[in-house]
C-alpha cells in the first residue's frame, strides 16, 4: 500500500471514530499518527474521500465520510449504486439545474461523483448538506444528461425522475433516428 492509501485510510479513519470540527483539528490528529502533511494535501485528501462538513447537534460542525470513503472511482449502477438508495431521496430539474436531494452529510459525496466525470454537460456542482445543484451546460442534451446521472444514481431515483429528462417527443424522435 502507497503512501497516499495509508493517509487517507487514516484520515477516514480519524473521521469515523472523532468528532473533528476542523482541518487543524485533523492535521493534529494526523501527526499523532506520525502522518505529517500540509493543509493542501489535506483539502485534497478530503476532497477525493468525499468528506463533507455537517452541522451537530450541538451548534458546530464536523467532517463525515463518505459510505464508500477512501474509494475514488466513481459510482455506477452495477455494485454499490444499492447503496445509495438510503442517502439519495429525489432528483429534479429546474432550467438548467439538476437538483438531488439527500440525506444530511451526502450531498458533498454525491457532487463530488458527479464532478469526478468531468462530463461537458455539466458545468460544475455544489453541495450543501443535504441538497446538490448542478448546473447543465447551456442547451445541453437532456438524454444525454439523464444518461450520465444514470451512471451515479439508484435506479428507482433516476426512474422516478424520467419525466424532467425524457419527454415523449424525445422518446420518438430517438427511435426514428434508430431506425
Keep these: 500500500m502507497n503512501k497516499r492509501q495509508q493517509r487517507l485510510d487514516a484520515i477516514s479513519d480519524i473521521l469515523n471514530h472523532n468528532t473533528v470540527g476542523s482541518q487543524e483539528e485533523l492535521l493534529a490528529l494526523?501527526?499523532?499518527?506520525?502522518?505529517?502533511?500540509?493543509?493542501?494535501?489535506?483539502?485534497?485528501?478530503?476532497?477525493?474521500?468525499?468528506?463533507?462538513?455537517?452541522?451537530?447537534?450541538?451548534?458546530?460542525?464536523?467532517?463525515?465520510?463518505?459510505?464508500?470513503?477512501?474509494?475514488?472511482?466513481?459510482?455506477?449502477?452495477t455494485g454499490e449504486a444499492h447503496q445509495l438508495n438510503k442517502y439519495v431521496h429525489s432528483l429534479a430539474r429546474a432550467g438548467n439545474l439538476v437538483i438531488i436531494k439527500t440525506r444530511n452529510g451526502h450531498a458533498g459525496s454525491i457532487a463530488s461523483d458527479i464532478d469526478s466525470y468531468d462530463s461537458p454537460l455539466i458545468v460544475g456542482t455544489v453541495a450543501g448538506s443535504d441538497t446538490v445543484f448542478?448546473?447543465?451546460?447551456?442547451?445541453?442534451?437532456?438524454?444525454?444528461?439523464?444518461?450520465?446521472?444514470?451512471t451515479i444514481l439508484p435506479e428507482q431515483i433516476i426512474r422516478d425522475a424520467r419525466n424532467y429528462f425524457i419527454t415523449e417527443n424525445s422518446d420518438s424522435l430517438k427511435q426514428v433516428s434508430e431506425q
Design 30 to 77: 494526523l501527526a499523532s499518527r506520525h502522518i505529517f502533511v500540509t493543509q493542501a494535501t489535506l483539502s485534497r485528501d478530503l476532497k477525493s474521500l468525499r468528506s463533507t462538513k455537517v452541522s451537530t447537534s450541538r451548534g458546530g460542525y464536523r467532517y463525515v465520510s463518505s459510505p464508500e470513503s477512501s474509494k475514488e472511482t466513481p459510482r455506477t449502477n
Design 134 to 150: 448542478a448546473a447543465m451546460r447551456d442547451n445541453a442534451p437532456l438524454q444525454e444528461v439523464y444518461e450520465l446521472l444514470s
